[in-house]
């Protein structure tokens, strides 16, 4: 029994281990990809641009893929074609990571209750 725990522990640590490092991956591509000139260096939008600080991963890593193969549902989106034209798989899986986990300072003020879910009607 305590053989179990050690090794259920053993894999809990692990597995918190390993999402840190996917999302620490995904803030390196964020940045290194330039998302951030759009999508502002919080992920919390600027202009015209979306926030995608918090919102739903599957919906992020389903527009990134659509993205990539090229289809965009507006004019606008179609400026993201290129820019997840070179991202892979585990790219998007690390980038939503981050961006659906995405906390920092000043974030971190806020009460979890104001998180946004859902598609965000786009
Ligand atoms: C040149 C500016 C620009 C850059 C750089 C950029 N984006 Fe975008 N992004 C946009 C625009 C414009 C849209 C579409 C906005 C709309 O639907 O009106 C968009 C939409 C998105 C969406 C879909 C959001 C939604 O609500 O539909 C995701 C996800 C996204 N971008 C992720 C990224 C990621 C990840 C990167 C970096 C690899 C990136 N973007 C780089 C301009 C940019």
Known sequence: MRFFLLILFAA?????????ETYER???????????????SR????????????R??????????????GVADTPMQEMMIGFAAALSDED???ITTFLHDFHDAQ???YDPAFQQWGDGGS
Request: proline share 2%; aromatic share 12%.
């Open 43 to 54: 992920a919390e939008g600027t202009g015209n641009y979306p926030s995608l600080a918090n």
């Open 56 to 69: 739903a991963q599957g919906f992020l890593a389903y527009k990134l893929q659509t993205f990539r193969k």
């Open 92 to 94: 998007i899986e690390a």
């Open 26 to 40: 995904g803030k390196t591509l964020y940045f290194q990809n330039g998302c951030n000139n759009c999508h502002g």
């Open 12 to 20: 809990v640590a692990f597995a918190a281990q390993e999402s840190d």
């Open 107 to 109: 974030t971190e003020r």
